[in-house]
């Protein structure tokens, strides 16, 4: 997916360039940011994660959801139940 690939190389250049630090688990979500299909909820991105990094925390997630967020990288849909995300 070429339009992925570039939507995660813009995401991680721009945390790079905020000095935010590029854990091997944060450069995992933010590619399954960039490749996501829909509008998954943070709770389905750290149930994806916890395949490849099984130690990683909810704060994470919802952190690094917090700061793409906030520099207009994710658009947070705010339903009833949950929020969901579209990268």
């Known amino acids: 997916m070429p339009d992925s ?3 995660f190389n813009e995401m991680i250049a721009l945390l790079k360039e905020h000095n935010f630090r590029m854990t091997p688990q944060r450069i995992e979500l933010v590619r399954l940011i960039a490749a996501s299909e829909g509008h998954p909820s943070a709770a389905q991105f750290y149930a994806k994660i916890q395949e490849k990094f099984p130690t990683m925390s ?6 690094t959801l917090a700061l793409l967020k906030e520099m207009n990288q994710v658009l947070e ?3 009833r139940d949950d929020s969901h995300y579209d990268g």
């Open 58 to 63: 909810h704060a994470t997630v919802y952190k």
């Open 5 to 7: 690939e570039a939507r």
């Open 77 to 79: 849909i705010d339903l």
